[in-house]
C-alpha cells in the first residue's frame, strides 16, 4: 500500500497540473472504489479552481475555490496518471482542466477512494477526526511521544503504525526508522528510555524525508504520477532484506505480524 512518502510524491506530482487550474471536466467511469464516490462529484468539482493541494496522514488533498476539498486514497494499488496518451482498464476517474491537461485515476484493486468535504470540516471528518500529527509537523517530537509511550505495554511499532499516536507511517518507514534509531520493534513503547526518543523523532523525519526525496517506494503497482518509479528500496536498511548482513555482521531477520512483515537487526536493534 502506498504510504506517506509515496503520497506526498503523488501529491507533489500534481501540483504542477493542478494548481492555479478550472476544473473543465470530470468523468467517473464507474459509480464506486472501495465505497461510492459521492453522487454531486460532477456538479461540485466542474468550474471549480484548484487553489492548493495538501496531504493528511496516507490522503491526498485537491482545495478547490469553492470551499470544497477532493479527498483522494490510492488504496492498494491506486495511482494518477499524467496526460495519458490513451485510455487504460481500470481508469475509473478522468479529470481535465482548462489547460487541456488530463489525468486519470487508476486503481485495478478498487481499494482507493474519493470524497468531497467542505474544506473547512476537514478536521472533523471521520478518517481524520481521530488521527495523531503529522510525523513531519512540530507537533510530533520526543515530549509528545513521551506522553503516548508512557505506560503502555504495547510494542513500540504497533505504537507507531497507530494512526491515533502518529498519522501516515506505514509498515515499511517504520521498521527503518527503528534500525535507524536502534530500537527493537518488540520493545514494549513505555519502556524506551527518554534520552531515546529525540533520535526515534529524528530517524522518523530522516527515513520519510530520504524517501520522499527518492520518490518513495516501487511496491507492486505503485508508480510516480509522470510514470517513473520510486526508488527508495536502495536504500533500505532492512526492510525486505531478511538474512542479509545488517551490516554489524549479524542477519537481518524477519517475523510475519498480523499481515504484516517486521524486519530488525537483533543485534543492533534494543
Partial sequence: ????????????GL????????????VANRPDLRRPLPVDLGQRMTGARVTGLGRR?????????????????????????????EPWAHDHLLIETDAGRRLALNDPRR?????IVATDALADWGPFAALGPEPLSDAFDARYLAARFAG???????????????AGLGNIYVCEALHMAGIAPSRAGGRIAPARLEPLVDAI???????????????????????ELGYFSKQWRVYGREGEDCGCGAPIRRRAEGGRSTFWCPQCQR
Fill in 57 to 85: 496522514a496516507k490522503y491526498g488533498l485537491i482545495h478547490t475555490d469553492r470551499g470544497d476539498t477532493m479527498i483522494f486514497h490510492l488504496g492498494m494499488s491506486g495511482r494518477w496518471r499524467v496526460d495519458p496518451a
Fill in 15 to 26: 501540483a504542477p497540473v493542478l494548481e492555479g487550474r478550472t476544473i473543465a471536466r470530470i
Fill in 205 to 227: 523525519r530522516a527515513v520519510l524525508l530520504a524517501a520522499i526525496e527518492a520518490g518513495g517506494s516501487t511496491l507492486r503497482d505503485y508508480a510516480r504520477p509522470d510514470g
Fill in 111 to 115: 481499494f482507493g477512494s474519493v470524497d
Fill in 152 to 166: 503502555r505495554a504495547a510494542p513500540v511499532k504497533a505504537l507507531l503504525l497507530d494512526q491515533r499516536v502518529v
Fill in 1 to 12: 500500500m502506498p504510504e506517506l512518502p509515496e503520497v506526498e510524491t503523488t501529491v507533489r
